[in-house]
């Protein structure tokens, strides 16, 4: 069963490679809490970088169109990639389906640079200048176009689980659809919704490519501020901001596991209560 | 049933067209743009470009003229291919894209196969945290990831690494660890790791303990047992997690430009600089139609996978 782990070799490798994982986000950590100004020289514990976070204006605003920018993608990808997932997985095959298929997963593995310049073609069209060319709109269209694909894939394998006799049963006695879907589906299948949500808001967050190439001056988020600022030389706020994201993330990605967790272990427990029943 | 089958077809019909309209509309119709602006000619307008279908000048209608002089510029590089103080900007970068993206799928794979092996034999209790071990930094911004290794890499004697190494009295004078060929490699390794370890713990999980235990009785050695059945069978997780890795390596931008310095050439960089400084889309466009065109194949080979993959499930 354990046997895997038992060995000494195996224990190493995990430990060896967990270590090159972690270690150079734990510097970025202790090195925020310096008081000198290197950041990769510990000069005594202080928490001035924290307030000069505190005092920056730009940050703040660009944390802030970031937030937003996050939560509209992660809402509107999560409602794309449900319903791409629901194509993928309960439709039968028809003409362009494994077209679909192929389109709704490539945003993923598609370089950014592509995504992004293609994006931004889009945009600045001339033909197309209602859609407001480049700016926070924009950059909200390409965060939605990344994260459906994540949604669809994680909302996907979902679907796949779900029982569907309960929606059978519901069809057959008369409900519409719809209702099946709001009633039903959406509740059983809202761990994933949830969880999808929050790795979407994250990956919004954290993107810098699409957003610093369909950005305007006017919409300057997170990344794009930071990626200006590593040009400009490192400074310990830096590391005061990233210790701060570190935080968020692991919060809401401990999150979204517990959620699923849970669910799993509450679908367990009701398959053995079940079999006991028998 | 057949009472219910038009509106349920009606409901059906509306939930293909939303997701099949985003992506025709920000997924392909953007990729039919940039075809179109590879083959225009760059203009000091806004957009700073010459659609091959314009107004003539004469303004007798429009005409059709495609202006092929950025692939032209590719082709010129290819034929000096030969000769003496050839510099082909793009080929170059197109070469050490691929080679950096192939030498990092490799190393993920080296590394990420057996730490992927070992989380999925774990106990589960213990499968889960280690799991979430592994998606933390996959989910912790990219940028700063990157930004880290600049200061464990910095080739000063404050740079980390030199610190450590100094410390221990192992060099003398600090060694130029950043802004090379290494640091970027480094760097991708560490960035892509996540991408490689995640679907390879997905397929090796799933692998049955009994097929094991079989080969085992039956008197296989430990090595047989994996190369002729743990091996085999993990193979739509190893093609997933390679292609996961692969395909956004070659259009990496951020490491190469953070760890690269200015010796680095990648095509993700050019791409970066025609669009930004020097303000060439169409040249932008085909650098990024050559890219696609190299990376279908290996999309191709992504979607098989992950298809065949997500149908083994119960």
Partial sequence: MSRGTRSLGARSWLVLVFAFLYIPILCL????????????????????????????????SAVWLSLRIGALAATSAVVVGTAAAFVLTRFRPYFGSSFF???????MVMPEVVTGLSLVLLFTHPALSFLGGRGALAI?????????????????SRLREVDRSLEEAALDLGCPPFKVFFIITVPVIAPALVSAWLLTFTLSMDDFVLAAMLSDPGSTTLPVLIFARLHHGLKPEINALATIIVVVVSIAVLTANHIMLSSQNARLRAKQLAAAAD | MSRRRPFLLRGRFWVGMLPWTWLLLFFLLPFVLIVNVSLSTPDLAIPPYIAPLHQAEDGSGVELVPDLSSFQRLGDEIAALGEDGAEPLYLRAYGNSLLLATLTTVCCLLIGYPFAYHIARARESIRNVLLMMVMLPFWTSFLLRVYAWMGLLDSSEVGLINQLLIGLGIIDTPLPLLYNTGAVLTGMIYSYLPFMVLPLYANLVKLDQRLLE??????????????SVTLPLSRNGIIAGAMMVFIPAVGEFVIPDLLGGGDVQMIGRNIWDDFGPNQDWPMAATVAVVMVLLLIAPIIVFNRSSRSEAGEQP
């Fill in chain 1, 140 to 156: 909200w269209a390409a965060h939605t176009t990344l994260c459906a694909a994540y949604a669809a894939v994680l909302v996907q």
């Fill in chain 1, 29 to 60: 950590v202790v090195f925020s809490f310096t008081s000198g100004e290197i950041t990769t020289q510990f000069d005594g514990f202080s928490l001035r970088w924290y307030q000069a976070l505190l005092d920056d204006g730009e940050i703040q």
């Fill in chain 1, 101 to 107: 298929a192929g389109m709704s997963t490539a945003p």
């Fill in chain 2, 214 to 227: 079989a080969a085992s009785d039956l008197g296989a050695r430990p090595l047989t047992t994996f190369l």
